[in-house]
């Protein structure tokens, strides 16, 4: 048995391996090594064909494209693109910004925030959009396939019928025979020697359609799969042959290969001889018969060839042209697109989709409905005077909801304040009926119809929002109780589980007392919490119950005292230490549901699915304190603005100037005036059962402390524009609670006193205080008390004010803006007050604004995102009133910073919605702005120059796609807002911008392929962008200026580049050839001298003329491109023909060029194809299908693995030495004499069949001077160095796959082409071409040969069997080189 070829080459692999500096590292020296070898083969730059100037040919050609009877074709639409205007679609009833906020703003910053919130979207609608993406994004494109129609092949039917063979040939009345014979294994490579022949059992098999097999087992079990099968349809003669050992004969096959049997005797032999002549004598009747029987349908064919007025047409035309058309309507109704069956089309890919952009909306994290039902504490009684009624709690309570995050350590909530008394120990608090919704904002009186004041008045659903879920967040309840006296004093009664009436009675009398005298007051009393969540993924733990009811601790009141509790909730031994409060609070979470009806946001504003009806309780949204961290962050889309107010401590102990200040009361009051009679201003929100707007609000009050603390959250709506007079008021109140009858004749009983009063100015350098503030306070009041200013040495200025403590800070307070139309950012601040100041005036200095510019780097990134359509439409604004180019590229490099932030934070979706929906080109005065495009093409070039800073010029490249989509953008609404759509393309834009488009796109070039080792993202990226954006230039300018700047950017990249820049040449061609008027962009028409020329007169091109490459420039570029990368390594061949086909694919299932004349005419753009692939024809010239390489030259040879295939090019079989057609071929054609019969079912002999093409010639040299001497005068008459200038053919085969698509391709052509242009073809081509043309298309027969079920199972388990052995790893080894 001979050793198999493969064994030695793997050991050496492994040798090679192990010499290697690092393992794994193979294929990439592989490709250097390759680089290398190409680089030393002289490849030749193709030459630059300067393209035709579109304009100037469509004006010229006008009557000839307008007399085309397939003009749309030819022509762009008129209307491809127009702007238009999307009402904003918010989740509200009316519109969040209150009704006179636009006259009230006065600061610019506050005025552009309203004009986002206020503005609808502004889009750019292109017509054909949906045809300006691959071919998987078409519209109606079917998405599968349906079924196709279920065939029965004979080679599957044998696949059953064998298993019974014997019987089969019987049933038939066919021949059969079966025997021991001796098999010679002969090979051009290896004489025959006794020794070579093997003993196997042979038995002679009728198929279904009436052809021998002559199969081969090594036992006598023919149920089993033979081992090899001779087809008998290939043999040409049976004869003796005793030259190498007795009783032997000779089977002559079609290919001049020949099997070598032998029988044990001499009459076997002859017995065998004759059986085997019968039935080739029966195969050739039956041949020539067919032969007869087709005549006259070859006649036909004959004659079409033969051209003009001959053959069927003249002798009956109406019976040949109902038949053609009955053939015509059947091709094109029934059949099923040729590239449905492509593999590659019904492979799902979304990778080149572009993302679904979506307006900016208000977003949420996890909503939670909070349902309060009731509060009931063990002591109760029937608080009515008569004692009729339910029994209930025995005073009222007041119940505050909020969110606590542990594991952040922040309040993440707003206070949500809940009143769940029962009606009769409401009427326990003196009632007060203040007018209810004249409130901070202006509310329109139909704002007040639709908002019941009963439906307002006591909330008890609320939603809260979660943006960052995680089983650590806490739901607290704060539970207080009117001021009656100390808390540990007020909860003993609760405390005890003696169920006893006289005790509630007790606490009922003082309750009743407590309420007519303090009842505004309240004191804390107890606490309570439960866990939200189950984990971070935000699913609701809704079994856990609220803890205990604790007592509060005076010590222990803030927010921070509040977190150490709850760190230590998990820990049952530290809360059974705290006191415990018998009653049961009932509070229920759940999830909210898209579509809730009848809730307001935190400004009260009702939501569209909102009943004006006064039963419907209202829900009430809370507002979230969102982490300022970008992520989290969302661009602001509505109107709000408030401010949450926090009195954190008062340090009264050493105070001298009141007697008395114990019980103390702080009262919160907003006012826009320090003038002695000033009322405060109506806007904090009020507490359940009040007012929903009232002009102050009180804080807890602890009993017998000097030095209070407080944990209310006083939330005020603030005016919309702010000044310097705007502060907050804090005034001091000691309440007395004992009401002792003792001298109560004397005098009378005075509640509350005053004891000091402090004032918190908002804004501070124009923006609102949000820090924590330390505040002294005065025991007066004097009137402009806001004036008073401290100047050193003793002196002052402003009102005389009495400082209590010696003007010590005695209050802590801290303030939480959470405003979209105020900013705490200085920069931001400092460049809109700038921005504000020069446009009102003040002419803008240069190097003042550069200075405002650049601090903006360092905005705060939550800002930036918050604010972010609103930055941005003021940096493009003042971009477009630039005077010094440097204030326009300082404005593009912060844009670029902003750009750069929202991609690290992994937020650029807000840029393709800003860049999508919001951005809108500042109307255009000639005299006055410029363009933005103009501008940022200019200063994009700036900071693309050499000496720029490198790492602004990176962000720019990675980022460019935004750069990019807002010239676009531009460019579409400057057209259309100043009516130059109806101009001529060259007269669209001015010279200086067709400037500098082209010298933006010539900076960029550079970038692109010199640094995509170093910065591969950004050179990767910069290259897609830049290829979508000179797409979308064809629809707006001069198009033969946008092939211009196509030219230059293709020349820079040359044959022997790097993979890398291959990837990017064909990324950019595909993405530009994918634009949805690609064909009318290549017109496809004739381009002949003189007269206006009929479409069937035309001059076809075949192969790729600079003239076809001028008039036809994308197509022409394209398939020059890949003819280069033919030439290439693999996975660059493999990058170029799927381009090539996918646009092919595109072409066929588009659904505007579905009728077979428009098909036709898109097969007259890609006629050079065939050209390109009789060059590469030797490469494709693989008929073998099998999926991995084949032993050369061996016949039926069983025990061997097959061994790679040589890269060396085979003797070309289509001309012989003397120059005559292969007379295989013309059997071929013609169908009689086919060297494969259609039933194969097995691999063996079906490469027994290729052993011809499979021997190998070294000389390949011979073929490629007389190839090329023979195409002079043939087809390419102007162009004697065919398609790709005087580069070098490669030799090596191509693989499966590439054949594959190239074969679909020329298919495709073939079938859509007319008859007209494939019959010119054949007229014009040499022989040497039409030779090649039928090689390829016998190459195709082959490749797309269906090989039958059996063959396809088996093929895949030999090919998992190669890639276990690694063999199939070594043979590829050899073909990346």
Request: hydrophobic fraction near 35%; proline fraction near 5%.
């Amino acid at each position: 048995m001979s050793q198999p070829p493969l064994l030695p080459a793997s050991a050496e692999t492994r040798k090679f391996t192990r010499a290697l500096s690092k393992p794994g590292t193979a294929a990439e020296l592989r490709q250097s090594v390759s680089e290398v070898v190409r680089g030393s083969v002289l490849l030749a730059k193709p030459k630059l064909i300067e393209p035709l100037d579109y304009e100037n040919v469509i004006v010229q050609k006008k009557t000839q494209i307008l007399n085309d009877c397939l003009r749309e074709m030819l022509l762009f639409p008129y209307d491809d693109f127009q702007t238009a205007t999307l009402r904003r679609q918010g989740r509200y009833m009316c519109s969040t910004v209150p009704a006179d906020a636009q006259e009230e703003a006065q600061s610019l910053f506050v005025t552009e925030c309203i004009k986002t919130y206020n503005s609808d979207w502004h889009l750019v609608n292109y017509k054909f959009e949906d045809y300006s993406g691959e071919f998987r994004q078409l519209p109606n494109k079917v998405a599968k396939l349906d079924k196709l129609p279920v065939h029965v092949y004979e080679v599957d039917e044998e696949v059953d019928k064998d298993e019974d063979a014997a019987s089969l040939g019987s049933q038939k009345g066919g021949i059969t025979k079966h025997g021991w014979l001796y098999k010679g294994n002969m090979n051009s490579a290896i004489s025959v020697t006794m020794r070579s022949f093997k003993r196997r059992f042979f038995h002679l098999l009728q198929l279904g359609d009436g052809s021998y097999n002559l199969n081969f087992y090594k036992d006598e079990k023919i149920s089993k799969e033979p081992k090899g099968s001779i087809f008998l349809d290939s043999c040409m003669g049976v004869v003796q042959n005793n030259k190498v050992r007795r009783f032997a004969f000779e089977l002559k096959m079609q290919d001049k290969s020949s099997y070598l049997l032998a029988a044990d005797s001499e009459a076997e032999m002859e017995e065998w001889i004759t059986i085997l002549n019968k039935i080739l004598q029966l195969n050739f009747e039956a041949a020539m018969q067919e032969k007869r029987n087709g005549d006259s349908h070859e006649d036909d064919e004959q004659s079409k060839l033969e051209g003009s007025g001959s053959g069927l047409d003249s002798y009956l035309p109406e019976l040949a042209k109902s038949t053609r058309e009955a053939e015509i309507k059947l091709k094109s109704e029934s059949r099923v697109k040729l590239f449905y069956l492509d593999p590659d089309a019904q492979k799902l890919d979304f990778t080149s989709a572009e993302p679904e952009v979506k307006p900016f909306e208000e977003k949420f994290g996890k909503r939670i409905l909070v349902k309060c039902n009731d509060l009931s504490f063990n002591l109760q009684c029937c608080v009515a005077e008569n004692e009729e009624g339910p029994t209930t709690n025995v005073e009222p309570f007041f119940v505050t909801l909020s969110l606590f995050d542990i594991k952040y350590n922040r309040k993440i909530s707003a206070d949500f304040h809940v009143d769940l008394n029962h009606f009769s120990v409401r009427q326990m608090l003196a009632t007060t009926s203040p007018a209810l919704m004249n409130g901070g904002r202006q509310s329109s009186p139909a704002l007040q119809d639709i908002l019941h004041e009963a439906a307002m008045q006591y909330p008890k659903q609320g939603i809260f929002s979660v943006t960052c879920p995680h089983p650590d967040i806490f739901l607290v309840a704060r539970i207080e109780k009117v001021l009656q006296g100390s808390i540990t004093h007020g909860a003993e009664p609760y405390m005890k589980s003696s169920d006893s009436s006289k005790v509630a009675q007790k606490v009922l009398k003082n309750a009743k007392q407590a309420c007519q005298r303090l009842g505004q007051y309240r004191m804390p009393f107890a606490w309570a919490a439960r866990t939200l969540f189950k984990d971070a993924s935000g699913n609701l733990d809704k079994n856990a119950r609220f803890s205990a009811l604790y007592r509060q601790d005076s010590n222990k009141l803030s927010n921070d005292d509040m977190l150490k509790l709850l760190a230590d909730f998990r820990k049952p031994e530290k809360m059974a230490k705290l006191p415990v409060i018998l009653g049961n609070l009932d509070i229920t979470i759940d999830n909210v549901s898209s579509d809730f009806p009848n809730y307001v946001n935190s400004s009260y504003i009702p939501m569209k699915q909102f009943e004006t009806c006064s039963k419907t309780p209202i829900t009430f949204e809370v507002e979230e304190f969102v982490p300022c961290i970008p992520k989290h962050t969302q661009p602001y889309t509505i109107y709000n603005n408030h401010l949450y107010v926090y009195p954190k401590y008062l340090k009264y102990d050493s105070q001298k100037s009141f007697a008395k200040a114990r019980n103390i009361a702080i009262c919160i009051e907003f006012k826009d005036s320090d003038e002695e009679d000033s009322q405060p201003l109506k806007c904090i929100y009020g507490r359940p059962g009040g007012p929903v707007f009232t002009r102050s609000a009180f804080a807890a009050v602890l009993h017998h402390h000097q030095n209070p603390e407080f944990y209310d959250e006083i939330k005020i709506e603030l005016p919309t524009q702010l000044h310097e007079k705007h502060h907050l008021l804090f005034t001091f109140f000691h309440v007395s609670c004992d009401n002792s009858s003792k001298g109560s004749t004397k005098k009378k009983d005075v509640v509350e006193t005053q004891v000091g009063y402090s004032w918190l100015p908002l804004l501070k350098d124009g923006r609102v205080v949000t820090s924590e503030q330390h505040v002294p306070v005065s025991a007066n009041l004097p009137s402009g008390y806001l004036g008073y200013q401290e100047l050193g040495m003793g002196r002052h200025y402003g009102p005389e004010i009495k400082w209590v403590d010696g003007s010590k800070p005695l209050l802590k307070v801290s303030t939480h803006l959470v405003s979209t139309v105020y900013t705490q950012d200085q920069h931001l601040h400092n460049f809109f007050q700038y921005c504000q100041k020069t446009e009102s005036g003040a002419q803008a200095l240069g190097s003042e604004l550069v200075k405002y510019l650049k601090s903006l780097h360092a905005m705060e990134g939550h800002v930036m995102i918050a604010f972010l359509p609103t930055i941005l439409n003021q940096l493009f604004r003042v971009l477009t009133r630039a005077a010094q180019e440097e204030v326009a590229v300082n404005v593009t490099r912060v844009i670029i910073h902003v750009v750069a932030q929202c991609h690290e934070e992994g937020l650029e979706s807000h840029l393709r919605s800003y860049v999508k929906y919001a951005y809108k080109a500042e109307p255009y005065i000639a005299s006055e702005y410029k363009t933005v495009h103009e501008e940022l093409t200019k200063a994009m070039t700036t900071i693309l120059k050499p000496s720029a800073d490198f790492l602004t010029s990176n962000k720019l490249l990675k980022y460019s796609w935004f750069f990019f989509d807002v010239l676009i953008k531009s460019m579409a609404q400057h057209l259309i807002e100043n009516s130059k759509v109806k101009l001529l393309r060259n007269q669209r834009f001015p010279a200086s911008y067709h400037h500098a488009v082209e010298t933006v796109v010539n900076m960029l070039m550079p970038h692109i392929t010199q640094k995509f080792r170093d910065n591969p993202e950004a050179s990767k990226n910069a290259n897609h962008s830049l290829a979508v954006f000179i797409k979308r230039c064809f629809t707006f300018m001069d198009r033969g200026f946008v092939f211009k700047q196509i030219n230059n950017y293709i020349s820079c990249f040359a044959p022997g580049d790097p993979k890398t820049l291959f990837e990017y040449k064909f990324e950019f061609l595909r993405v530009v050839c994918n634009h949805e008027h690609y064909i009318p962009l290549n017109l496809p028409m004739p381009f002949g001298k003189g007269r206006i020329q009929r479409y069937q007169d035309l001059q076809l091109d075949y192969s790729l003329t600079d003239e076809f490459c001028r008039n036809h420039f994308l197509v022409g570029l394209l398939l020059r491109e890949v003819g280069t990368a033919l030439q290439e390594f693999r996975e660059v061949r493999l990058i170029a023909i799927s381009v090539l086909k996918n646009l092919l694919i595109k072409h066929s299932f588009d659904d505007r060029y579905a009728s077979r004349s428009h098909q036709a005419r898109i097969a007259t753009l890609y006629l050079p194809l065939f050209g390109l692939l009789i060059e590469n024809v030797q490469r494709i010239n693989v008929r073998d299908v099998s999926p991995f390489p084949v032993n050369p030259g061996s016949t039926v040879k069983e025990d061997s693995l097959p061994a790679a295939t040589p890269l060396v090019t085979p003797q070309k079989p289509g001309i012989a030495p003397d120059g005559s057609l292969h007379k295989e071929l013309f059997g071929a054609i013609s169908g009689l004499a086919s060297p494969y019969t259609t039933s194969t079912p097995n691999i063996n002999s079906v490469r027994n069949a290729d052993s011809r093409g499979s021997l190998i010639s070294t000389d390949s040299g011979n073929s490629l001077p007389e190839r090329n001497s023979e195409k002079s005068n043939s087809l390419d008459k102007h162009q004697q160095s065919g398609t790709l200038g005087n580069s070098v053919v490669r030799c090596d085969k191509l693989d499966q796959s590439e054949i594959k698509s190239l074969l679909m391709c020329f298919l495709y052509i073939l079938k859509s082409m007319s008859d007209d242009a494939l019959f010119t073809y054949w007229n014009k081509a040499s022989t040497s071409e039409l030779m090649d043309f039928f090689t390829i298309s016998e190459v195709c027969l082959h490749q797309f040969q269906y090989m039958g079920k059996r063959y396809i199972a088996r093929t895949g388990m030999m090919h998992a069997r190669l890639q276990q052995l690694g063999s199939l790893d070594n043979s590829l080894t050899f073909n990346h080189m």
